[in-house]
Every structure is written in structure tokens, then in C-alpha cells.
């Protein structure tokens, strides 16, 4: 049974930071690119950033610079660390997956495996 389990989201004023980790299980961890991805209230989905199972990664343009992407392959685990945070930012958060080695980019297709969210809220 797939899991990825997403934790780390609260409040924060404006500038401020956070830190969300996704733990995962039932998949072969190291043979997949991971991603974060957020939705806020009337919105679609959107990609946030990725990185593949060469730790190569890629960030939406609208958190380039703010945010980070990382892996840790022995844990199992994805984390985004979140800086310079804007109300813009407020939405759920959610860690997927997607099998394959290669180039991988903050887009929806390929993503099969899917946390259930955690919010995080930037107030101004």
C-alpha cells in the first residue's frame, strides 16, 4: 500500500518560513522523482517543485529563489523548505510521486501517488 504522508504546515505571518517533510512508504523510494504540489480554494492544482532520482531539480517560477526541494534517499523521505513565505503561498500542500528516472517538472502528468495535504496559511 502506497503512503505518503505530508506534515509540517501551520500559520505564518508574512516572511516567515516553513519546513514540510513527506514520509513515504509502499514504493521504492530511490526509483522515483518526487514533487510538492498546492491548491488553494478555486484553483487547479499546481505544481511547486521537483526532484528526480538524480536529485536534479526544477521549481515553479513563482517560488524560485524562496524555496528549496530536497531528499533524503536513506529515509524515504521529501521535504520543501519554505523561506521569504508570501500570502500567495497559502494553500494545501501535497507530495506525489512519479516512477522513471529522467527529467522531471513541476506539471501534474505522471504523478500517480498522492499524500492528503498539508496547509499551510501565510498571513499578511
Known amino acids: 500500500q502506497v503512503q505518503l504522508v505530508e506534515s509540517g504546515g501551520g500559520s505564518v505571518q508574512a516572511g516567515g518560513s516553513l519546513r514540510l517533510s513527506c514520509e513515504t512508504s509502499?514504493?521504492?523510494?530511490?526509483?522515483?522523482?518526487m514533487g510538492w504540489f498546492r491548491q488553494a480554494p478555486g484553483n487547479e492544482r499546481e505544481g511547486v517543485a521537483t526532484i528526480n532520482t538524480y536529485v536534479s531539480t526544477n521549481y515553479a517560477d513563482s517560488v524560485k529563489g524562496r524555496f528549496t526541494i530536497s531528499r533524503d534517499n536513506a529515509k524515504k523521505t521529501l521535504y520543501l523548505q519554505m523561506n521569504s513565505l508570501k500570502p500567495e503561498d497559502t494553500a494545501m500542500y501535497y507530495c506525489?510521486?512519479?516512477?522513471?528516472?529522467?527529467?522531471?517538472?513541476?506539471?501534474?502528468?505522471?504523478?500517480?501517488?498522492w499524500g492528503q495535504g498539508t496547509q499551510v496559511t501565510v498571513s499578511s
Open positions: 506525489a510521486a512519479r516512477p522513471g528516472a529522467g527529467a522531471c517538472y513541476p506539471v501534474r502528468a505522471g504523478f500517480g501517488d
Open positions: 509502499g514504493i521504492h523510494y530511490n526509483y522515483y522523482c
